[in-house]
């Protein structure tokens, strides 16, 4: 292919002629077997080397960089991208990139350390050339690989994770490293599936560019939150950028929570799951060999793996190292009403008298900013919430709760003197500062505003003094966390942000608004703990630490809080809500994904807002979601100002009364669900849960987001399109019970066609399962006077169990503290029911109702008058 001529001759001239010629040769020689080379790369593994967005990336700029250019034409749609953004990349990394070896290794406590070192400079700038590997054999299902600068302290992000202290002694894994270039490949010791292979791509470590690929086992993919897609992630080639932001939700955009986390699943049922420890922005691209690319733009490369084998061990693998959800105070798990746009406390208190009137179960009534005095913080419109205080007196009197929206931002403007929470913001340092040190101003709702630093403790105190002030005058139960990305009406601050690396980064991942500042505080702003350009996905988090902390001491009870932004570990602190949603059947239909996902994500309390945030829904719709939303882990209708009410009151007798029967039915389900969340506080486990978390070996219940379950025995198949009385559900193989008739059937792992009027939600109940559940009230309520039910569907041995967590639901730490009940139900066969007290508390005396409804394969209904439950519960001290 190449041949060179040489030719002998002693005139200089012709020399040089031919030594050019000669050189020439060689070089394209060299470039031509490099094109050879590079065009056996198959298109599904070529990694992108000029990610770079908004280039038309030619020939000369890619071999610029030492990469492969084959052109691809585009599909259609992204014809105006041709780059590969959306398809094969049209420069990538050839086999031979450089990239760091291996020069030394050793043994440590946990695992190895290396050295890793590197010669030829990337193209971007501040290349670290020497950086440490350091591999830790932390439990037998839990590795963790940290590559740092063994010269120089990198930011790191602030959570607390365990700290392993000796190594594990039979692990789950096998880890096996290559010197040259480096790599590493993790492999399940008892499959030989390989779960982790860094070789498919360079490794990148420059000061703003840090970077690995992985070829993945699979295309089951799930995590990576927060963004809007289907529960199963996409392989085509695509980019989820991470960077909190305020955006309504839309796909392939960054939305408002951070989630370095997938879940994975292995060919015969195994799963396990990766988690990068790295809050900068990032981009994480899926394509189809398939394989994943972790890009970010700082912070250290410090990332673990959970062997699972299970979906579910996996995840509470992974909670276990970002730390448990708090247990909510069960009025959180009751039925809340919110909207933006009441306009008066008046207007709020007749929705709350009209829904008593009908008889709709209400626990928790919501105010958005509209209550607040020129949407200031800790203050509120006296002319037109002039009723507020009686009202809240009046929801604490029926046993109701309420919950107010806070903003982060202050506003800065008000005359000194007028408005403490700035004034003295101002004077204990709290806020915010410029690369120059001065206040950052940006501007939300109140117009101009400081950003409090929640990375700072004195910032925690100040929060805390402002809310305590406040709660003196209404006296709130609970508080819902906005704007908090944070979120700016402008781009970076009323005095723009300095010009430099970090605004513009050699590398910026693919943010909506294509700068690091869109719609948020400058990159450069100066928090306590290090800038923002490190800080900003962490935002939510530290507010939701410093609120929940704050409405610890205000009233000691659970605090309960619902955050916007999130990031990984505020499941201690917070939910969460799905975003300012749209009134369209398809949002009901990704709110199941969205639900699925933060289960995923250790953040259980999550839901969307039912009928839709913006835009009117027709009342069909908000029936099918209110339907859908009664099973939400958290269930809030919210809706946006100027918008037509939908409450349940809002709609016709039919719609009501569907509605009605609903939100019934989970609150006579709310043992089942409190249950659900004490395994999700001690065990880390979910509590909507995909179908494949308890079917691992079905593949076909891989990819199902229209359907879910509650733990592990209750199937909820909603109506998610309009103008049908039926729905198509997949029944994964055995029994199953229709939670209303009782009436089993036996799938195969099957879809089936189920009749689905209006007024009504299929639910069914697996076999083997016992569910306690109780008749409630208007609000959800503890075991008082009405008996407890246990529906039991046994499996064809005539056998079924199940449990039940109890406490006082509202005391801090009730399980850490042993003040609690926990009995397991046993049906070995028809009618024998065995209790056991798994730890703590035996009923002693046995006297009152406990109704056993029995369901077998006929139906047989049983009543036992035998044990008391009730007694157990005040025997610990808690009617
Ligand atoms: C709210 O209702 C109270 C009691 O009926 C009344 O005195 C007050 O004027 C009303 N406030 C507004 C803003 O309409
Ligand atoms: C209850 O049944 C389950 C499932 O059959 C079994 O694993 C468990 O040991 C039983 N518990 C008691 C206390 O009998
Ligand atoms: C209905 C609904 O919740 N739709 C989307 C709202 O936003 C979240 C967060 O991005 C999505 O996951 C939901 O699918």
Redesign the pocket.
């Known amino acids: 292919m190449c041949q060179v001529l040489f030719l002998l001759t002693h005139d200089p001239n012709i020399r040089l002629f031919f030594f050019i010629v000669l050189i020439v040769s060689l070089l394209s020689c060299a470039s031509a077997s490099r094109r050879d080379a590079c065009s056996l790369t198959p298109a599904e593994w070529r990694f992108d080397c000029y990610p770079e967005r908004g280039v038309v990336v030619t020939r000369e700029l890619c071999e610029a960089r030492n990469c492969c250019f084959i052109p691809v034409s585009p599909p259609s749609s992204s014809a105006t991208r041709p780059s590969g953004k959306n398809g094969v990349p049209w420069c990538f990394y050839s086999q031979d990139f450089p990239s760091y070896s291996l020069v030394s290794l050793k043994d440590t406590v946990l695992g190895q350390k290396g050295k890793l070192v590197k010669d030829v400079k990337t193209y971007y700038p501040g290349d670290i050339l020497t950086v440490e590997a350091e591999i830790r054999y932390e439990t037998d299902t839990r590795l963790r690989v940290r590559i740092t600068d063994p010269s120089s302290s990198r930011f790191e992000v602030p959570i607390s994770v365990p700290t392993a202290t000796k190594k594990a002694e039979n692990p789950d894994y096998v880890v096996e490293i290559s010197k040259q270039p480096f790599s590493l490949v993790v492999k399940r010791k008892s499959t030989g599936a390989v779960l982790l292979n860094t070789a498919v791509a360079p490794l990148f470590y420059a000061d703003q560019f840090l970077q690995f690929s992985t070829s993945l086992p699979s295309e089951f993919i799930y995590g990576l939150g927060e963004h809007r897609s289907t529960f199963l992630h996409d392989f085509n080639w695509n980019t989820l950028t991470m960077w909190a932001r305020d955006v309504p939700p839309m796909e392939k955009t960054n939305l408002y929570g951070v989630h370095p986390f997938y879940l994975a699943m292995e060919d015969g049922g195994n799963a396990h799951g990766f988690f990068l420890l790295n809050s900068n922005a990032m981009d994480v691209v899926l394509q189809p060999s398939p394989a994943l690319t972790w890009r970010t733009i700082g912070g250290i490369l410090d990332f673990y793996v959970f062997l699972g084998p299970s979906p579910g061990s996996v995840i509470e693998q992974y909670l276990e190292v970002i730390g448990h959800p708090a247990m909510p105070i069960y009025w959180a798990l009751g039925y809340h009403l919110c909207r933006w746009g009441y306009s ?3 207007n709020t ?1 007749e929705v709350v008298k009209s829904l008593r009137n009908y008889g709709i179960p209400q626990d928790v009534q919501w105010n958005d900013i509209d209550y607040m005095d020129k949407s200031m913080d800790f203050t509120y419109d006296s ?5 507020l205080p ?1 009202l809240v007196k009046d929801l604490h009197a029926h046993d109701q709760r309420y919950v107010i929206m806070m903003d982060p931002a202050i506003s800065s403007t008000q005359p000194e003197g007028s408005y403490w929470p700035f004034d003295e913001g101002l004077k204990r340092g709290v806020f915010i500062k410029d690369a120059e040190g001065k206040t950052l101003i940006g501007k939300v709702w109140p117009g101009l505003t400081a950003y409090p630093d929640f990375s700072d403790e004195v910032t925690h105190e100040w929060w805390y003094d402002n809310l305590q002030k406040f709660h003196e005058k209404v006296p709130f139960d609970g508080l819902w966390i906005d704007m908090n990305e944070p979120s700016n009406f402008l781009d970076g601050s009323t005095n723009g942000c300095p010009s430099n690396s970090l605004e513009n980064p050699p590398y910026t991942p693919g943010v909506l608004g294509g700068l690091l500042r869109a719609k948020t505080v400058c990159a450069t702003a100066q928090q306590k703990m290090s800038i923002h350009y490190n800080m900003h996905s962490l935002y939510g988090l530290m507010e939701a630490k410093a609120s929940a902390s704050a409405l610890k001491r205000i009233v000691p009870k659970r605090p309960f809080v619902i955050s916007r932004s999130t990031f990984p570990s505020q499941g201690m602190y917070s939910g969460h809500w799905l975003g300012d949603n749209r009134s369209l059947w398809k949002d009901l239909y990704t709110s199941i994904s969205g639900i699925l996902t933060f289960n995923l994500l250790g953040m259980p309390l999550v839901g969307a807002d039912i009928c839709g945030f913006s835009e009117e829904p027709e009342e069909e719709l908000c029936v099918r979601w209110t339907q859908l939303g009664a099973f939400y882990p958290f269930t809030r209708n919210h809706n946006a100002i100027d918008m037509k009410p939908q409450d349940p009151t809002a709609f016709s007798p039919l719609a009501r009364t569907a509605m009605k029967q609903a939100l019934l039915l989970r609150y006579s389900l709310f043992p089942v669900l409190y249950t659900l969340f004490h395994h999700a506080h001690v065990h880390g486990h979910t509590v909507a849960r995909p179908l494949m978390f308890e079917f691992t070996s079905d593949v076909k219940t891989y990819g199902i987001d229209k359907q879910f379950l509650w733990g592990k025995s209750l199937l909820v198949t909603p109506v998610l399109d309009p103008g049908v009385d039926y729905v198509v559900g997949y029944f994964p193989e055995g029994l199953w019970y229709d939670y209303y008739t009782g009436i089993s059937m036996r799938s195969k792992g099957e879809e089936l066609k189920l009749h689905a009027p209006l007024d009504k939600i299929n639910l069914h109940l697996r076999e083997g399962f016992v569910i306690p559940i109780q008749v409630n009230g208007d609000v959800v309520s503890f075991l008082s006077d009405s008996p407890l039910h246990l529906v039991s569907a046994l499996s064809d041995d005539g056998s079924a169990s199940g449990d039940l967590f109890w406490d006082d639901g509202e005391s801090i730490d009730t399980y850490e503290t042993d003040q609690y009940a926990y009995i397991i139900f046993n049906v070995t066969q028809v009618l024998t029911l065995s209790f056991s007290l798994a730890e703590k508390i035996l009923p002693s005396v046995c006297a009152a109702d406990l109704i056993l409804i029995v369901i077998t394969h006929t139906s047989q209904h049983v009543n036992l008058h035998t044990l008391c439950l009730n007694l157990f519960v005040s025997a610990v001290g808690y009617l």
């Open positions: 008066t406390s008046n208190w002319t037109k919430f002039d009723t009686d």
